[in-house]
């Protein structure tokens, strides 16, 4: 762990140092040093733009998550559990989950309009089809001698719901979670580049337009951040959930 | 006869605790849009005493699991009857507890809540639960292990929290598929032993699945011997070894050896005579 945290972050200062030395050598707008980089992100950062922009698309990226999941997994639970309903659906799911979500951008703005609903609605179609197959597949891949035990036991089907599936089911569940956080993190910055210019995806397409490459290239780091923690955050949650799991993998 | 033992076919006991008359089951099995019918079990009958220890033997394949299976309740006969104490068998009940050849234990919980995971489903409250797993596990001699996971043990120490588990709810049948099948041999013995011992001091009735013939002989107070499949009983042998049985005693025994090559030889004749 600590040696990998440290070619972690050997990596970081090489490529860091890498880009100062490229950046002051070429002296050209399109590949501004680094420092001067780290200066446009602290005044956008002091000026209050940042944040400001930071929080509205969040709010749409955590809603928009939120929304997914909680559907996603409701829905891939059942999928999982009634061949009926995954029969009646898989065609949709499956069809969805490969097909690129941003040529539905433009349905999305006339059903939703191009308010804040829309972005989450981008946000939600982005991160939703993943989170369902992942959870469907955790579902059918639940060892049925649990199951077989269970109801050996007195369970009924409640009980086999709640104490067998849904906890074998987890590990799969929370490794749909983290894909669907990273294509909602895609869907919040394609949302605000494609639909209405606000919160960070406004910031892209002003400055780029603006060839402001030092404040550009500012934001895209904080998106890479923004995908970076929200990642550790589904991970973390996975390894309080399914610490057991972890356990066997490191074996 | 051979050599003094009492080959039985059909025992007929005043007062059996499960009583399988006529027993048959087949399964339809498809291959590309092909159903077949796959006969499993045909005309099976078995009397089986109260605190009797019997095995059940037969070539893989001769449905011996899936009889285990149908008197627990978890699957649905075709012909004929099982019954328990004269009810016919539809369901799982309290009385029997299942001890599985995989063991069948929750990778997420901890080995104390494995074995309380029997008892949640009897709606017994969390202290009553707690108590009663730790002195199941005691029993079995995993008291200090209660807050491994299942993945933290060995095999041998994973299926002493199975039967934990299964003694926990105190049923009068225990029902144990291949229960020491994916053990080393070494640990295999001990279970064995220890099997035995528990067996002396609860007085359960015990039906054994194995296709080990020294497990089956050491073990029990009838071996029956099944014919491939479709399965039958071929033959219902009485084991008269004295109990308590001295693992290294009963194993060098004259009769012991010569019951263990009987069954073998049965079950060869058995599957001579098969013709699929």
Redesign the interface.
Same mark, same amino acid.
Not at chain 1, 148 to 155: L, P
């Given at each position: 762990m600590k040696s990998r945290f440290g070619t972690n972050f050997f990596s970081l200062l090489s490529l860091a140092l890498l880009w100062e030395v490229t950046g002051r050598a070429m002296d050209s707008t399109l590949i501004p040093p680094l420092s001067q980089i780290g200066a446009a992100w602290w005044k956008l950062l002091s000026s209050g733009k940042l944040l400001s922009n930071l929080s509205m698309s969040l709010t749409t990226l955590v809603t928009g998550f939120c929304l997914a999941v909680l559907i996603g997994v409701v829905v891939g639970l059942l999928m999982g559990r009634f061949r009926a309903v995954e029969h009646f659906l898989d065609l949709y799911v499956n069809a969805l989950m490969s097909a690129p979500s941003t040529a539905f951008v433009p349905v999305l703005i006339l059903w939703f309009g191009l308010g804040v609903e829309s972005r989450v609605a981008v946000v939600f179609l982005f991160a939703v089809f993943v989170i369902i197959i992942n959870t469907m597949t955790g579902v059918k891949q639940v060892?049925t001698?649990?199951v077989?035990? =269970?109801?050996?036991?007195? =369970?009924r089907e409640k009980?086999i719901f709640f104490? &067998?599936i849904l906890?074998?089911a987890?590990p799969a569940i929370m490794a749909g979670l983290r894909l669907g956080m990273g294509r909602a993190v895609k869907g919040m910055v394609t949302a605000e580049m494609l639909l209405t210019l606000t919160g960070i995806g406004a910031m892209i397409m002003q400055y780029g337009s603006s060839f402001a490459t030092d404040s550009l290239f500012a934001v895209i780091f904080t998106v890479l951040l923004i995908a970076l923690l929200t990642m550790k955050a589904v991970q973390w949650l996975d390894r309080r959930l399914?610490g057991?799991?972890a356990? &066997?993998a490191i074996? | 006869m051979l050599n003094g033992l009492n080959v039985l076919n059909n025992l007929n006991d005043s007062n059996p605790l499960v009583e399988i008359q006529g027993v048959s089951k087949s399964f339809h099995k498809t291959v590309k849009e092909h159903t077949t019918e796959v006969k499993a079990l045909a005309d099976v009958s078995l009397s089986i005493r109260e605190n009797e220890f019997i095995s059940i033997i037969g070539p893989s394949g001769c449905g011996k699991t899936t009889l285990l299976k149908m008197i627990d309740g978890l699957i649905p006969y075709d012909g004929g009857k099982i019954l328990i104490d004269g009810k016919q068998v539809t369901a799982p009940g309290p009385d029997r507890a299942v001890v599985f050849q995989a063991f069948a234990l929750l990778p997420w919980r901890t080995v104390l809540a494995n074995v309380e995971f029997s008892l949640e489903l009897r709606r017994l409250p969390k202290e009553a639960r707690t108590k009663t797993a730790r002195d199941y596990l005691k029993r079995v001699g995993l008291s200090d292990f209660e807050n491994h996971y299942p993945h933290e043990l060995s095999g041998g120490m994973q299926q002493r929290a199975g039967l934990a588990r299964a003694l926990a709810v105190n049923p009068s049948i225990l029902l144990m598929d291949e229960p020491f099948g994916a053990v080393d041999a070494q640990t295999r013995q001990l279970l064995q032993e220890e099997l035995l011992e528990l067996w002396q001091r609860e007085r359960k009735t015990v039906i054994f699945i194995t296709h080990s013939m020294d497990e089956a002989v050491y073990l029990s107070d009838r071996v029956v011997v099944m014919t491939p499949r479709p399965g039958k009983v071929a033959e219902i042998l009485d084991v008269p070894l004295p109990r308590p049985r001295v693992s290294e005693a009963v194993r060098r025994d004259a009769k012991f050896v010569d019951l263990t090559n009987y069954i073998w030889e049965s079950l060869k004749k058995a599957m001579e005579n098969h013709h699929p």
């Open positions: 060892d001698v649990l077989e035990m =269970a109801r050996s036991f007195g =369970a009980e104490m &067998i906890p074998a987890l399914t057991w799991k356990e &066997i074996e | -």
